[in-house]
């Protein structure tokens, strides 16, 4: 019941159009939290409090570079969110939707 319970949680965040937006472009690299912020037009405090949830159920990493947080994926160890990974579109095409081109500063 446990592994149910902790599925269901995992599968839950994904549940948010803005969380499954952000894991799909993290499909194909890390980024940045202030590329994030450009992306879905929200407030640095809302995407951390996204990506704080994914990592607090282990679905993404953390690193901290300089005064920048950059998340990748970690989800070699969920074959049931890695199927639903991989039945979203590219991140060239995520972009394009939104009508968004990246020009990170955090560098």
Request: proline share 3%.
């Amino acid at each position: 019941m446990e592994q149910m319970n902790e599925m269901a949680e995992k599968l839950k965040l994904l549940g948010d159009k803005t969380r499954l937006t952000m894991l799909t472009l993290l499909k194909e690299r890390e980024w940045c939290v202030c590329e994030f912020v450009e992306i879905f037009d929200m407030s640095q405090p809302a995407i951390s409090q996204h990506l704080r949830k994914l990592k607090s159920q282990g679905i993404v990493n953390e690193a901290r570079r300089g005064q920048w947080v950059y998340y990748s994926l970690h989800v070699k160890d969920k074959p049931y969110l890695q199927a639903v990974l991989n039945e979203m579109p590219s991140s060239q095409e995520v972009l394009s939707s939104l009508n968004k081109k990246i020009n990170c500063s955090c560098e």
